[in-house]
């Protein structure tokens, strides 16, 4: 027999926490010869006329041969999508409607669609029946379905498409792939195509709290991260930010948040993700930078993802200009400035957790058979799951039909500032003085990349941060330098898609868990380094041309300028499978 969760158990009833086989009163009988039991792990469907999904027929020499086969289909719980029990215009049965995801086709197991189970159930079964009750059953199915309910169901989505992501993908991403597994899972989805930069972050900063449970970005990580700052910039901003989950499904070329999230960059699998997401509370860090044109002259930025000056921001954002070459050109790009033994000068000072690799390490494998194993039974609040209403389940919003928004939304702040309902900056700001908590500023001539990271995943099969964990209070930072031997920063390149920890285990690299820090960047035509001057204004040196320099936040450009850094546990919340770690290669 053939079982779609994959887990090769010959037995689907058996429970291999208790040892037990669940099979009393979990049998539901809906027909001559049909019955449908709750496994331990899987909906077992007994019923002779089901369809052979998985090609009936084979071939052999040539010819055609049927495929043996058991009447008998199991359908792991996390495929369920949604059950029903509705009355038949004949008033004489139930109808019994369960749709699940199935994989497409076995040459494309990361690629699912809707698929339904309908049967019709006598009024003496569905309402008297002596073993068990249908409307039980399905309350009970469903509480398998979605994690005894950690998972909320039927979610009130916000989507927001970019139909440029993913040079125009994204678009057909969603209507192909996503929608129609969300539909089948009756969530509740308002649609809105961005139309230009920054458009998501007013819409987040503007939206009625109320009305949804998680926005979903169809893009790469930009939208995320303008949700996120537009969250920010609300008067409720902190209520908010811990009361909306953020949600990625991939429409572009990163999707680092997917990634770490969902443990995938399929479309389809992401949608079932964020169906049976768990909600799950992630650090944010702030950035600030002077700005005479915000009020305050100080602006401050909100980063879910990642910081970076040196090789890697500028692999990713001077790059723009050959995104034609698909992924290719962080490779090429990577390699240029590696051969060049490329440099980026910086004064960088930190507020130090843990910068002994092996308490790093430690820590996390603590926390993974530890910690972790408590927060599997734990989860944020969510909305009571509620009754189907005859509202659409699906409207798309245009400047004509806007998304509900809330009185207490109205902000007088400017969009380019966030709002003070943010947690208090504990280290102040980029013009304070340096906090005595942090190590002296000191100057890295042949600094090669700082990179900082609050997720595993930075894109497709590049797991920077081993150790990264979602809700810790501090940053992974990653430093490097550049006038490394060739074949040791080839070697540092190529070991970051390695196993148990990759780039971590590198001598050459340097990983730290920080909870701030401050980077006064000098590059290669950027900031005068002047001992005096640094010394007078707490590390901001004098300004050059920064025409061709970059710094990096999530993967979008600011100013070549000094900034700090400063990290605030679980301020924002995400949709995951588990709620309590990211789908991370194996470390510790």
């Known amino acids: 027999m053939e079982y779609e969760d994959g887990s090769g158990n010959d037995n689907p009833f058996h429970d291999s926490a208790t040892g037990e086989d669940s099979l009393k009163d979990s049998t539901l009988s809906v027909g001559r010869g049909v019955s449908l039991t709750l496994g331990a792990d899987s909906l077992v469907v007994l019923d002779e006329n089901?369809?052979?999904?998985?090609?009936?027929?084979?071939?052999?020499?040539g010819l055609l041969q049927f495929k043996n086969r058991l009447p008998i289909k199991s359908i792991s719980y996390y495929h369920i999508l949604w059950a029903s029990l509705s009355e038949s215009s004949s008033n004489s049965t139930a109808e019994l409607v369960i749709s699940y995801a199935q994989p497409n086709s076995s040459r494309k197991p990361t690629s699912f669609r809707p698929r339904f189970l309908e049967y019709s159930i006598p009024h003496k079964s569905a309402s008297a029946s002596p073993t068990v009750s249908p409307r039980a059953w399905i309350d009970c199915l469903l509480s398998h379905a979605y994690s005894n309910h950690r998972a909320q169901s039927r979610k009130r989505l916000l989507v927001l498409l970019n139909p440029f992501s993913g040079r125009g993908h994204a678009k057909n991403l969603w209507h192909t792939h996503c929608l129609p597994i969300l539909q089948a899972a009756e969530c509740t989805i308002e649609i809105i195509e961005t139309q230009y930069n920054g458009h998501a972050g007013e819409i987040a900063e503007k939206l009625d709290a109320d009305a949804y449970d998680s926005v979903v970005c169809v893009s790469g990580d930009g939208l995320p991260h303008e949700v996120f700052n537009g969250f920010g910039r609300r008067p409720d901003a902190k209520a908010v930010l811990r009361k909306i989950a953020v949600a990625l499904l991939p429409g572009g070329s990163g999707n680092a948040l997917c990634w770490n999230c969902f443990g995938t960059d399929s479309a389809s699998l992401a949608a079932i993700g964020i169906v049976k997401g768990i909600r799950m509370p992630i650090d944010l860090a702030s950035i600030t930078q002077e700005d005479k044109s915000v009020p305050g002259g100080v602006?401050?930025?909100?980063?879910?993802?990642?910081?970076?000056?040196?090789?890697?921001?500028?692999?990713?954002?001077a790059t723009e200009n050959q995104r034609w070459m698909g992924d290719a050109r962080f490779t090429l790009g990577f390699l240029q400035r590696i051969l060049g033994k490329t440099v980026w000068p910086c004064d960088v000072a930190l507020c130090v957790v843990d910068e002994d690799k092996a308490s790093i390490r430690r820590n996390y494998r603590e926390f993974m058979q530890n910690e972790g194993r408590d927060q599997r039974h734990t989860t944020l609040p969510h909305s009571e799951d509620s009754p189907r209403t005859e509202e659409p389940l699906i409207t798309t919003l245009t400047p004509e039909n806007p998304p509900p928004t809330s009185a207490t939304t109205t902000s007088t702040h400017s969009s380019d500032t966030i709002s003070t309902t943010l947690p208090q900056l504990t280290?102040?700001?980029?013009?304070?003085?340096?906090?005595?908590?942090?190590?002296?500023?000191?100057?890295?001539?042949?600094?090669?990349?700082?990179?900082?990271?609050?997720?595993?995943?930075?894109?497709?099969?590049?797991?920077?941060?081993?150790?990264a964990l979602p809700s810790d209070g501090s940053l992974d930072l990653i430093n490097v330098d550049g006038n490394l031997g060739t074949m040791s920063a080839l070697g540092t390149l190529l070991s970051v898609e390695g196993k148990d920890g990759g780039v971590f285990n590198r001598e050459e690299v340097k990983y730290t868990k920080v909870k701030a820090y401050r980077v006064v960047p000098y590059g290669k035509g950027g900031w005068c380094r002047d001992d005096s001057e640094n010394v007078k204004n707490g590390g901001k040196g004098k300004r050059r041309s920064a025409k061709d320099e970059y710094i990096s936040i999530d993967g979008e450009r600011i100013p070549f300028a000094p900034f700090q850094c400063e990290v605030h546990e679980g301020l924002g919340t995400v949709l995951s499978k588990t709620g309590w770690k990211y789908e991370a290669p194996e470390f510790g």
């Not at 602006?299 to 954002?317: H, K, P, Y």
């Not at 900082?452 to 150790?467: K, L, R």
């Open 299 to 317: 602006r401050r930025t909100l980063s879910f993802l990642s910081q970076a000056v040196g090789i890697v921001a500028e692999v990713d954002l």
């Open 50 to 61: 089901l369809p052979d999904d998985a090609n009936p027929l084979t071939t052999c020499c």
């Open 427 to 467: 280290f102040g700001t980029i013009s304070s003085p340096l906090p005595p908590t942090f190590t002296p500023l000191t100057y890295h001539s042949n600094l090669g990349n700082f990179y900082a990271g609050n997720m595993t995943w930075m894109s497709a099969g590049t797991p920077f941060f081993a150790a």
